[in-house]
């Protein structure tokens, strides 16, 4: 009788660069509840070492994606994995390069895992024949893992063999609702890199609009420059005429992330391109009511009215009210984040994630 655990082979992106995808493949590939359940080998089939570069086609990317391509190759003859998890990028050379990659792993009649981090499918399917072409190949016959229900209705049937609903989990770091203080000045917290596209821009619009109805808070945008600059910002801030209201605190890391947290009272994020931010449920471990958009998963993550408040992206009104009715109400403002950190610990641990990932895993292996 055969007792050996099951062989995974995971082709994914890890760090550096840091973003949620490759985060999120840590936590699967160097858990130690997989790694006590499964053989495992990994291959890093990254070819950007900066944000900045993710997505855009280089020679050295090409050159690089090839040495990968039979790096793969050797691995699956040597190794012979009973599944193979593989992090598929949405868009960009990235995904035609991983394409090519499954078409392999496909043709050598591998069970395929596809964990989806990002969106974007449908309306790439819709549009463009070769990408339609594509995914109907890569897709048919695989099993996927989406971060939500919302999220799953991105990629059409394709003949999908399985899907499963897997959301993100992260350490857990808090275990109590942090005592806030009464005080007459509210602490609204901003937690992500400086990019147009989290929004950041549309929050100090809002505070422009609420400035006249509101003095009782102050803004802190924490965050790690990308395509705005901390001098930027402060620019920005100060044609506006709000320096004593918003404050460029530029990025922060492990314990000193952690303090912001502790010492806010209001999460904004007003993100227009996201799938299942990890800022959110940092926020919510933390206790946060959180205003943000329905982006994404974003509506499976945040209850509207009862853990935070929901606008569409770039609607800069809409979370000017809803930050003015958390600042006008500490009841409602402690209810919301009270509710958000149960819903954190019921849903999003890194333990729930790892059993989760285990039992997919188990399920698709015993699928023959």
């Known amino acids: 009788m055969n007792n050996r655990p099951p062989k995974i082979l995971f082709l994914v992106q890890l760090t550096p660069p840091y973003h949620g995808a490759a985060l999120a493949n840590e936590n699967v590939v160097y858990s130690q509840l997989v790694?006590?359940?499964?053989?495992?080998?990994?291959?890093?089939?990254?070819?950007?070492?900066?944000?900045?570069?993710?997505?855009?086609f280089s020679l050295s990317k090409l050159f690089l994606s090839i040495k990968i391509f039979f790096k793969i190759l050797v691995r699956l003859l040597r190794f012979k994995p009973d599944v193979v998890h593989f992090s598929l990028a949405p868009s960009g050379f990235a995904f035609y390069r991983d394409a090519l990659y499954l078409s392999l792993i496909k043709m050598m009649r591998y069970k395929r895992v596809l964990h989806l981090?990002?969106?974007?499918?449908?309306?790439?399917?819709?549009?463009?024949?070769?990408?339609?072409?594509?995914?109907?190949n890569i897709f048919a016959g695989s099993y996927c893992i989406h971060?939500?229900?919302?999220?799953?209705?991105?990629?059409?049937?394709?003949?999908?063999?399985?899907?499963?609903i897997i959301p993100y989990g992260i350490k857990i770091i808090n275990e109590k609702v942090p005592k806030r203080s009464e005080t007459t000045s509210?602490?609204?917290?901003?937690l992500s890199n400086y990019i147009r596209s989290k929004g950041v821009l549309d929050l100090i619009d809002a505070v422009e609009i609420l400035a006249g109805k509101a003095t009782n808070f102050h803004v802190e945008l924490v965050g790690n420059p990308y395509d705005l600059s901390i001098n930027y910002l402060?620019?920005?801030?100060?044609?506006k005429k709000l320096h004593h209201l918003i404050m460029v605190s530029g990025p922060k890391y492990n314990e000193e992330k952690y303090e912001a947290l502790r010492n806010a009272d209001?999460?904004?994020?007003?993100?227009?391109?996201?799938?299942?931010?990890?800022?959110?449920?940092?926020?919510?471990?933390?206790?946060?009511?959180?205003?943000?958009?329905?982006?994404?998963?974003?509506?499976?993550?945040?209850?509207?009215?009862?853990?935070?408040?929901l606008n569409k992206p770039g609607d800069k009104e809409g979370m000017s009210k809803a930050i003015l009715t958390l600042l006008q109400d500490q009841e409602?403002?402690?209810?919301?984040?009270?509710?958000?950190?149960?819903?954190?610990?019921?849903?999003?641990?890194?333990?729930?994630?790892?059993?989760?990932?285990?039992?997919?895993?188990?399920?698709?292996?015993?699928?023959?």
């Open 234 to 239: 402060e620019e920005y801030i100060q044609e």
């Open 266 to 309: 209001l999460f904004v994020f007003p993100t227009h391109n996201d799938a299942f931010p990890n800022a959110l449920l940092e926020a919510m471990q933390f206790g946060l009511p959180c205003i943000t958009t329905t982006e994404g998963g974003i509506p499976d993550m945040i209850d509207d009215g009862l853990t935070g408040f």
């Open 117 to 136: 981090h990002g969106k974007g499918f449908r309306p790439r399917i819709n549009k463009n024949y070769l990408y339609r072409f594509l995914c109907k």
């Open 35 to 56: 790694n006590n359940a499964f053989r495992s080998s990994i291959i890093d089939i990254k070819t950007s070492h900066e944000l900045g570069k993710i997505g855009r």
């Open 147 to 164: 971060l939500s229900k919302i999220l799953s209705n991105d990629v059409p049937e394709l003949g999908i063999k399985r899907r499963y």
């Open 186 to 190: 509210v602490k609204i917290l901003y």
């Open 332 to 368: 409602l403002r402690n209810q919301m984040g009270t509710n958000a950190q149960k819903v954190f610990f019921s849903k999003y641990t890194l333990s729930i994630f790892e059993n989760n990932v285990v039992n997919t895993f188990n399920d698709i292996i015993a699928d023959k």
